[in-house]
């Protein structure tokens, strides 16, 4: 089974790091630019980072830039979410997400054909 799980969410105070890591399964995604979303309870699921396939380009939302950085490794194709000075708002389930055909824009949900069942980031005041 082709899956993408996540970790490293948790509890952290406004202010701190946390460190999210995407890890595939059953298949390779290095060809595959990858990405990660966002939703919080109640809204929509927003776009936060991606990535291209080769790791040299980069695509974050206006909300994290500055404060997030996606990368990916070559072993396993892991990609990672770093996350810095983090704000209560940014308390959400982070999905990963992998498209092998895409647009320009990174953001299109509909884009990405593999998931991940998410992790929480909980930032707390």
């Known amino acids: 089974q082709v899956q993408l799980v996540e970790s490293g969410g948790g509890l952290v105070q406004a202010g701190g790091s946390l460190r999210l890591s995407c890890a595939p399964s059953g298949r390779t995604f290095g060809n595959y630019r990858m990405a990660w979303f966002r939703q919080a309870p109640g809204k929509e699921r927003e776009f936060a980072a991606a990535i291209s396939p080769s790791g040299t380009v980069t695509q974050y939302a206006d909300s994290v830039k500055g404060r997030f950085t996606i990368s990916r490794a070559s072993a396993k194709n892991t990609v990672y979410l770093h996350m810095n000075s983090l704000k209560p708002e940014d308390t959400a389930v982070y999905y990963c997400?992998?498209?092998?055909?895409?647009?320009?824009?990174?953001?299109?949900?509909?884009?990405?054909?593999?998931w991940g069942q998410g992790t929480q980031v909980t930032v707390s005041s």
């Open positions: 997400a992998a498209a092998s055909t895409y647009s320009a824009y990174a953001g299109m949900s509909k884009e990405y054909n593999y």
